[in-house]
């Protein structure tokens, strides 16, 4: 079995909308009354176009977290089940990142699936099995054909948060 991948995006249009044609969007916890405070966009690094996601997450008034989410369709839902993984260009400080998808089943706002994105301060390529997201504040497995967004998020501590990323794509390893 040979390579199957799709590009989700690699940023150089550096105008917001990934290869799916749907648009980056950031915000933080201050749309549930937190104080977190963010900044996200598209720059250029040595060459290479990237989404960049920087803050100070905090924890007052039950805050805790900046993110960029991707919607995957313009409408209903996307189906990825013909792959098993994600696959990240990324580089950040130190700190608590995640990769939260949501489906037709995460109703709630603070309804997800994540995963944890092991970082360093040098640029890594990260394979993360859909297989690792866990469920949180629901019950139902996470059904890949269903998905609607792709966040990437700061959580869950203080810390300045700087995380950038070259590239997203869906993978089928193994």
Request: net charge neutral; aromatic share 10%; with cysteine.
């Amino acid at each position: 079995m040979g390579d199957l991948r799709m590009l989700i995006d690699d940023f150089k249009s550096m105008d917001g909308f990934s290869r799916l044609g749907t648009k980056w969007k950031g915000f933080t916890d201050r749309v549930m009354g937190g104080r977190s405070d963010m900044r996200s966009g598209f720059r250029e690094v040595d060459g290479t176009a990237i989404l960049y996601l920087r803050g100070e997450v905090r924890l007052e008034d039950n805050g805790g977290f900046i993110q960029v989410r991707l919607p995957l369709a313009q409408s209903g839902s996307f189906d990825i089940s013909c792959w098993n993984a994600i696959r990240l260009v990324v580089r950040a400080a130190p700190g608590p990142y995640f990769i939260h998808l949501r489906t037709r089943d995460t109703r709630q706002p603070w309804a997800h699936y994540r995963a944890p994105l092991p970082v360093s301060e040098s640029w890594q390529t990260v394979d993360i099995p859909f297989a690792d997201f866990q469920p949180r504040h629901l019950r139902a497995a996470l059904d890949l054909s269903a998905l609607q967004s792709l966040g990437l998020v700061a959580y869950g501590e203080r810390f300045d948060a700087a995380l950038e990323v070259a590239q997203i794509e869906l993978i089928q390893i193994g």
